[in-house]
């Protein structure tokens, strides 16, 4: 499944400086889609494929909890447009 992972930011550098570590660091079977922030950086939105959205917050929080306040959601990938399958 696609995992949106939707991020009010705090600390821009430590955030993606947190997520640049995790990318190297993905669980077996996932796969980081999307990363992007606004122009401000103040919010950001990444997609990770993964079996479960808890895992991915797990493993997101780990490495960038502390800079964010993040909610999570299950894309809906079927009327999605550019997202693979």
Not at 43 to 71: C, L, M, P, Q
């Amino acid at each position: 499944m696609h995992v949106m992972a939707v991020s009010s930011v705090s600390d821009n550098a430590k955030f993606w400086g947190g997520l640049k570590k995790a990318h190297s660091k993905l669980p077996k079977g996932a796969k980081w889609v999307l990363a992007v922030a606004s122009k401000d950086g103040a919010k950001a939105v990444n997609v990770i494929t993964h079996d479960s959205v808890d895992g991915v917050r797990e493993f997101f929080d780990s490495h960038a909890g502390a800079y964010a306040t993040t909610e999570f959601f299950e894309a809906d990938a079927a009327n999605a447009v550019g997202l693979p399958r």
